[in-house]
T-cell receptor, first 108, second 115 residues
Framework: AQRVTQPEKLLSVFKGAPVELKCNYS??????LFWYVQYSRQRLQLLLR??SRESIKGFTADLNKGETSFHLKKPFAQEEDSAMYYC??????????FGKGTRLSVIA | DAGITQSPRYKITETGRQVTLMCHQT?????MFWYRQDLGHGLRLIYY???????DKGEVPDGYVVSRSKTENFPLTLESATRSQTSVYFC??????????????FGEGSRLTVL
């Protein structure tokens, strides 16, 4: 079964500090992996997906198949990065399976 | 307006009452989904639909009923609401298979409180 683990419920960092939101998955195959973000009073929205290998709002995520991880990173946190972050996994037409989420709080 | 909309945005009901949450999308997306969001559980899939008249159970379907008579609508019904169904419900849609069109588009959410 597909499973996504986000070990941190809450992550607090100071503005300008590096950020790493952890995501581990279990899936016997090559999954599609995503990060979704929910800012306060806004809809859940796609932040990035591993197949596009793009950097959005300074965030990047590298798929490490050996460690089955897809950690989200940003070198310098900004206050506007404070939000709820969800890692998600899918394969083919199967629905996305989400992790439990990590709330990132950036302290000024 | 184009997009995906949910109604009502807020609902308070009593145990045992029937409640229907509406979801409407204007993109003609094939896939539609209902998730519930709870502290400590994240987002869990309730039901999804690959097309009109095709629905499938997700992780937590008990106590819920869905239908999809039209591509653009995907209502979620709680036939007899229970306190454990107090949650924020999100509807989402997707054009097709994962890949270039794999992005899920979410509604604003419906906050349901069952007293």
């Amino acid at each position: 079964a597909q499973r996504v683990t986000q070990p941190e419920k809450l992550l607090s960092v100071f503005k300008g500090a590096p950020v790493e939101l952890k995501c581990n998955y279990s899936y016997s195959g090559s999954p599609e992996l995503f990060w979704y973000v929910q800012y306060s009073r806004q809809r859940l929205q796609l932040l990035l997906r591993h197949i596009s290998r793009e950097s959005i709002k300074g965030f990047t995520a590298d798929l490490n198949k050996g460690e089955t991880s897809f950690h989200l990173k940003k070198p310098f946190a900004q206050e506007e990065d404070s939000a709820m972050y969800y890692c998600a996994l899918s394969k083919g037409n199967t629905p996305l399976v989400f992790g439990k989420g990590t709330r990132l709080s950036v302290i000024a | 307006d184009a997009g995906i909309t949910q109604s009502p945005r807020y609902k308070i009901t009593e145990t045992g009452r029937q409640v229907t949450l509406m979801c409407h999308q204007t993109w003609s997306h094939s896939y539609m989904f209902w998730y519930r969001q709870d502290l400590g559980h994240g987002l869990r899939l309730i039901y999804y639909s690959a097309a009109a008249d095709i629905t499938d159970k997700g992780e937590v379907p008990d106590g819920y009923v869905v239908s999809r008579s039209k591509t653009e609508n995907f209502p979620l019904t709680l036939e007899s609401a229970t306190r454990s169904q107090t949650s924020v419900y999100f509807c989402a849609s997707r054009a097709g298979p994962i890949g270039d069109t794999g992005e899920l588009f979410f509604g604003e959410g419906s906050r349901l409180t069952v007293l």
